[in-house]
Structure formats: structure tokens, C-alpha cells
């Protein structure tokens, strides 16, 4: 490996490695969100210019936060902003007769540095709008740059950027704390950490299976940040199982989408095809899990569990469909939620009980609680299908292709009913 | 940091319960904790009088003649160290329950700046919440 690459590669690592702990402490000091962006930002860019030429230092994070720590003191001072940190920093270099350049000065004090948890918990704040956590996210706790998120979530740039001042905004003016919630409020807040993660994930998952191409991939984005609140709360179970269930799902992705970009269901994919890697590492947290006593399995293990009984299938017809109705059982206590309902009665008709679960399935449409949800209709038809209801199925189909989005999903339902259609004709 | 918060009504929230009405506790506790500054409830929307002046000329009314069925009832002004020890205490008062709470931070103003230089500096404070639609994309 040259100079070039070997710096190159560390500045990848560092930047995924201290991006956030250098945000986080930059912010813990100064008080202001965008001087610690900028000057972290500022930093990678004299890394990516010196490293190569002056080769990577020792400890390339002490190295990156005192050059961080030094710009956004220079900014501050500038501006005449005091804060009582930012005056300590300034004693201190006076009395050191400078800033510091040597990073083995940082280095000792950067062991209890790490301010990376408070900062994923403000991203998080419940008082802040859904799609601004989510971007805040991805941009303060991720490192992503305004553009990356603003292609990944297919909205124009300035929406993006405005999304995060607004987010910004309100942190200071609200006066939304920056720090880690106390004990009883943590397991709620901590879910609340765990959804905008989720919710990275999903829109990462449609991307990857709707008509755009995208450089970012947000399902891995969703995995990386996981890892890291995995990493800072390392007790609590709920995290570990998102992960698992992230790498599950996230494992099945080659095998989604066949060469001409259509959807493959599940049952039809190609068993071979998935990650073996991520399906490895996620059964073993949830075995993990399932070895611990918890309390109870909150709704990511169960979801997870789910994803497991999936990846340890060998083929399709060997799921444990009534293992998955159980774990719905379960989660539908937790979340009496009508997708838990539709999904518990798609694993019962798959169970064998096809007539319970179309009852059950006709409850769900009569309550009127999914709206014009395609995927009612869509779960009913295959179960129609399965039975050999021809004719019931293909009516169904065409409930569903009318609710549907455009795109891979429409496309789906469309070719199943073309097939049943031909049947009919034959 | 100081928080305005209106009480208000709300047609979804549970019932009025007066058996359950815990205002008295809340008040003792959030004097005890040094976090109430003022509070009080207001009168209904029939006792109100609006006053405006248009044209140069001084219009009092009945009013406000809103339809609306969410009304603010009363209102508490709380001095707290941060937006979740606002929220803590809101979270306690009885109309969270029976109504809904709205808290807002105050903005201090400067009354001896000048009002043109105050409004360019603050511009961009006074965000819409709305923002440019979405492209149209076939996406999603």
C-alpha cells in the first residue's frame, strides 16, 4: 500500500470511527452545533491534505480532535463567545503559551471523552419533528453530508439543509438538553433512539428495492449507527436486538431484487444468495438473547426472533410458520398495532390455517383500522392463491394494484395476477 | 430557561374527572420545587374582549368568535433547567390528562433595541414550519 492509500484508508476509518466523538465533544464544550460540525469537518479536510504528505500520526483521533478543538476555539473566539469550557480551553493555552500541537497532549484527556451517547440521545429528542431527528441523525451522530441524506431521502439539498437548521434550531431554542436521559426516563427515550434508527433502515430498505440507484446505503447506515449505541449501552438488551434484526434483514438483500430489478418474495428467493456473514452475526445475538433472562422480549427481539426462524430455514418450506405466529402472539400484546395484526394472520394462513387467517384478515378490513393499506388486500389474494381461489385471488389482486404505489411492489402484484389470469384462460 | 404553558382544552382527551382533579398537589409541588413563577386559570372564551385598531380607529368586541373547540384555560409560567424538566412537570399537571399542554420557551426581548435591526438579525428565527413540497418523484 502507498503513502497515498495507507492515508487515505486511515482517513476512512478515522472518519467512521471519531467523526462522532469529536462532534460530541466539541459540542459537550461549546455549546454550539454547527462550530462543532464545522470544525470536525474542517479537521478531516487538513487530514486528507497532511497525512498524505506528512504521513498518519501515531493516534490519528488525538490528532483530528486538536485540530477540531483549536479551529472551533479559533471561531468562538472570534465571534467573542464565552462559555465556561471555552474560557478553560483559552486559560489553558495561554498558560501552555499556545494551542497545543502535540496530540499526546489531548491524548491522555480523551479517554473520558466520550460524549457520543448524550449526542445520540438529542438527535433523538422526542420534541423535535420525526424526519429532523432522522437527519440530524445521520448528519451529527453518522458524519453523512447534507447532499448524501438529501439524495438517500429523495428531497432537494436545500430541504435537507433546512431540515437540519430547523433541528438545530430548536435543540438551543427550546432548550432541549444535551444529555442522557436519567434512569426513568431512559428505556422510553431509548426506544425512541431505536425507531429513528429503524426508520434509517426502512427507508433504506424501499430505496434498495424501488427505482433509484443511490450511492449511500442506508440499511448499512442503519447497522453502523446501531452498532455504536450498541456499543454505548451495552446492558440493555433492545438495541443488541435491533441489530440482529437489521443484519437479518440486511443479509437477505442480494437476493431481493432479481437482474431486472423486480421483486422476489421470500419464498422464492434464492436461499444461497444471502449474506451469510450478517445472517451469522444476527443469529448469534438473538441466541445470545434468548440465553439471557430478561425481564420480557420487548418488540425489537421479537421482531428479530422473527427474522431468525426465517434465517435458519433452509428452504422456504421448511419455515416454522407457527414459531413466527407465537412471536406475533407475543408482539401483538406489546404493539396491538393493526401491521402486527395483518402479519400475524399472513404467518397463520402460511401456518396451514388458511381459513382462520382470511377471517381474521376480513375482521381487519371491516374494522377499517389499515385504511387503504395495499397490502391487506395484497396478503389476502396470495392466501386466495394458495388456496386455489382463483378467481377470489385475482379480484384481490386488482383491489391491491389499485392502492399501490407505482414502482417494484405494483409491479409484483401485477405479474401475479397476470399468471392466475392465464390460468384461467389455459 | 423559562417556559410559558398554556393549558388547553381537548375533545380527545379523557374526560374531566373532579374526583381526579390533582391540581392542588401540582401547584404544592412545583412551588416547593421553586420552578413556578405564575400561574392561574382564565376565564372562558364568553368573557373575553377583543380589541383591535384598524384604520386608526378602536374596535372593542365580544370575542374572539373562533369555533374552535380547543381553548387555552390557563397558564403557568416555569422557570426549569432544561426542555425535560419542562416536560417532567407538564407531564404531572391534570389537564395533560383531561386536556393538553403546550409548552413555549420564552424569546427575551430587548425593548431598547431597535425594532428594524431586531427584525434582520431574527429573521431566520421566525422559521415556517413548512417546508418547499417534495419533488414529485415516482419513487416511493
Redesign the interface.
Known sequence: MNDADESAAAIARAYREEWPRIVATLIAATGDWDVAEDATADAFEKAAARWRTEGVPRTPGAWLTTVARNRALDVLRRRGVESAKVREWMAMDEAMGGPPTDPAELAAAAADWDDRLRLVFTCA?P?LPLEGRVALTLRTVGGLDTAEIARAF???E??MA??L??AK?KIR?????YRV?SAE?LPERLLGVLAVLMLVHNEGY??SS???LLRLDLQEEAIRLTRLVVELLPDAPEPRALLALLLLQHARSPARVDATGDLVPLDEQDRSRWNAAELAEGLAVVDALEREPHAAAGPYRLQAEIQAVHARAATAADTDWRAIVRCYDRLREIQPVPVVELNRAVALGLAGEVGAALDELGRLEASGRLGDYHLLPAAQADLLRRAGRFDAAAARYRDAIGLA???PERRFLERRLAELESLAIE | MRYMMFVATDPEAEPFVPEDDTIGEWVAEVEARGVHVLGDRLRPVEDATLVRVRSGELLVTDGPFTESKEWIGGFDILECRDLDEAIEIASKHPMARFGRIELRPFWPLDANEDPVEREEREAGDRGRRTEPAPEPAGGR
Open positions: 429528542h420534541a429523495l428531497v432537494p436545500s430541504t433546512q431540515r437548521v430547523r434550531r431554542n427550546a432548550g432541549i438538553p436521559p426516563e424501499l430505496a424501488g427505482d433509484r404505489p407505482t414502482g
